[in-house]
Every structure is written in structure tokens, then in C-alpha cells.
């Protein structure tokens, strides 16, 4: 028979009338999430969702960890619905545990009022089992090493782990972003973070070969492949942007080349954003951590976007970032030195707070819209997995 988790999930079962549509795709994608494993099936009840699958126990957690939208995780031991097989099953699970010395103690929940015993019984019952059965394991109700879990419903169910999940809204539940993914150390933060929020992403990547190397290209595919784990896969959209740079370079401009750039890679996103039904873009900006970043170059960039330009890390420092970025598993790679095409192209002399009006002369020296699609002319997507 194979293996069972008990799923339990939080805030969606707060959301009312969308309720059934938020667990239906948490289903999809745990069902998406364990399309490796051999004998998958999923059910939902009131608060939970059982997944059984064969294969090692690990992996299948693994896997499971990284679906948004679950709380926490629990191997279970399914039994028939009697006393005597509740108890068994307790004793197995909990001989399957370094018992030794510790203690424990037993918490029943009975959404089956069916059965003839009380909670608090049947805790007393399948306690006192352990206790007559195993050597150097002792009762604590109040703050005991091991809680052994027992749930009477349609059938009985032992586990005494609960593994947390990421948390978060199970993705694809709020629509869909265009991450502005560089190889820097923020923007798979903030694709994450914007990700648990329970919006898929597809990255957009501004490659500005020979400037940047290919090895830079393969650091964002990298990251991305982090990112693709929580979501099964994505599209990663490469811009070559190096004919735009260069032209961006020729006018003069250069003090406010950093924020030239910066438009237009917006302008350039929210088209890609367009063709894939994308309704917002984000980004990894916080603010004042950088010239580019001030309160006057978020606006200046902003002013050109059509639709909402998300941050998610705006009020976090780059401490809590790089913490994020470790936890998640993106930092390693996001230092890897490869420059991306702003560190290469910083001005000597950034300007920190913009003119609005500088910006729009020194775009009059450009035709905009041909340098978008420019931009535009030579993209390519790469599936991520
Ligand atoms: P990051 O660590 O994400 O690179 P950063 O602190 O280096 O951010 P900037 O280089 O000023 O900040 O970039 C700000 C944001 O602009 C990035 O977080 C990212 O969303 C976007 N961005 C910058 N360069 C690129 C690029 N080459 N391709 C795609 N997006 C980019
Ligand atoms: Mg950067």
C-alpha cells in the first residue's frame, strides 16, 4: 500500500466563498508536484488533503515542501476503525522514533462522531497501550518530546511529525507576474516572495552579450532552476539587449544611463508581459539600497509602466535579503562573480535623485518606441525546469 501524508493548509481555509477554488488548485499542483512518484492519490476532506504515493519518503517530502500553499506535512499510518488497530498503529509509528527517554502523549480529534468512544478516551486508551508496551517512555501532557496524533474520520490515522510547508497561497491563485530576474541576489528573492503569494511568474532576463558573458546567462538559468521548484517549471524570457545598450550609450547620457536602462527594460517587460497574460511586473528593488533605487529613480522608472510594478523586498535590508536568499536556496548561486549588464554599465557619476525633465530630454534623443522593439526583435525562451 503506499505511503500516506496528512496535508494541512492554513490561510485558504479562511477565504469563504473561494474556498473550493484555492483547494482545487493546491490539488493540481500537489497532484504536479508528485507526478514522479508511482500510486498517487489525492483526497480532500474538511482541512486536510491525504496524498498517498509510493517512493521514498524523503523525496515525496521534499517535493511536497515546496508546494505554496501547504502548512505542514505529516507521514500517517492509516488503520481500521477499531481500537485494537488504533492502537497497533500507534505503537508501530512510535516505534518507528528514537522513544528512548522521552516523553510523550496522545492527542485524539474525532470529526467521525460516529465512533462509540469520546477523544479523551480513546487518547487514554492508546496511551496507556504505549506506556504497557515500550520501556523508558514517560507521559508529559504539557510539554511532551513526541505527540502521538490519532484521527478518527472515515477511516483511523496515527502520525506524530508535522513538517512544515511554505506556507503562503498555492500558486497560480493570483494570476500571473513578470519577474525582472538580473543575477543579482534580490530579484529571486522577490520572485519567491511574490510566488508564495500565490502569483506564477515568468522571468525576463536582460542578456547584453559579449558585455556580459554567457556564463552570466547560465547563473540566471540557474537561479531560475531554484525558482522552477516551486512551480513545476517555467519560461525564462532572455532579451538580448546589447544593440539598446550601445545605443543608450551614444548620446551622452551617460550620468543618467543607469535609470535610461532602467525604463527600458520596463518598457521592454511589460510587452513580454502583454503576449503572456502577465498583469504586473516585479522587481527586486529596495529602497535607497543603491543610486538607482531613491525614491526619484523609483518614480522615474515607474512613470513609464502600464501596469503595477511589484517590490516585494522595498522595506527589507540587504541582511534579511542575503537571509531570505540562503533559505531558499539562491545565494550560493547569486554570488557567483559573473557581472550582469548593470555593473558593467554604471555610470561613473550615477546621478542619485533624477529630474524628471532630464530624463524625458535626454530620451527625446532616442526614438523610444523603435528601441523597444528593438529590444523586443531577438528574445528567447528557454523552459526551466
Ligand atoms: P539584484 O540583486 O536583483 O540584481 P540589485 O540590488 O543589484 O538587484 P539593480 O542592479 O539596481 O539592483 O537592479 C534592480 C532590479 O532591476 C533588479 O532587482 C531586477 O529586478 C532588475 N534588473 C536589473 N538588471 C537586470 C537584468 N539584467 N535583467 C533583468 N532584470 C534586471
Ligand atoms: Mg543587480
Known sequence: MSNLYLVSFGEIALKGENRPFF???????????????????????HGRIYCFADGPKEEVIGRLKKVFGIVSISPAYPCELDMDSIKAAALSAIKEMDYNGKTFKVETRRPNKSFPLKSPDVSREVGAHILKNLKGIKVDVHHPDIEVNVEIREKGFVYYERMPGPGGLPLGCNGKAVLLLSGGIDSPVAGYMIMK????????????????????????????????????????????FTDVLKQLGTKGTDELLTILMRRMMVRI?????????????????????????????????????????????????????????????????????????????????????????????????????????????????????
Open 197 to 240: 503569494r500565490g502569483v506564477e511568474i515568468e522571468p525576463v532576463y536582460f542578456h547584453s552579450f559579449p558585455f556580459t558573458s554567457d556564463r552570466a546567462k547560465e547563473k540566471v538559468i540557474d537561479l531560475c532552476r531554484v525558482l522552477a521548484a516551486y512551480s513545476g517549471g517555467m519560461r525564462l524570457h532572455v532579451v538580448n
Open 269 to 385: 517587460s511589460q510587452e513580454i508581459a502583454a503576449r503572456v497574460g502577465a498583469k504586473a511586473l516585479v522587481t527586486g528593488e529596495s529602497i535607497g539600497q543603491v543610486a538607482s533605487q531613491t525614491m526619484e529613480a523609483l518614480n522615474a522608472t515607474n512613470e513609464v509602466a502600464k501596469i503595477p510594478i511589484f517590490r516585494p523586498v522595498i522595506g527589507f535590508d540587504k541582511v534579511e535579503i542575503m537571509d531570505m536568499a540562503k533559505k531558499i536556496g539562491t545565494y550560493d548561486i547569486s554570488i557567483e562573480p559573473y557581472a550582469d549588464c548593470c555593473t558593467v554599465f554604471v555610470p561613473e557619476h550615477p546621478l542619485t535623485r533624477p529630474e524628471i525633465d532630464a530624463v524625458h530630454e535626454a530620451e527625446e534623443k532616442f526614438d523610444i518606441e523603435e528601441l523597444t522593439k528593438t529590444g523586443l526583435e531577438d528574445v528567447e525562451v528557454i523552459e526551466v525546469v
Open 23 to 45: 483547494e482545487r488548485i493546491l490539488i493540481q499542483r500537489i497532484k504536479q508536484a508528485l507526478s514522479n512518484f508511482e500510486n498517487v492519490s489525492i483526497r480532500k476532506t
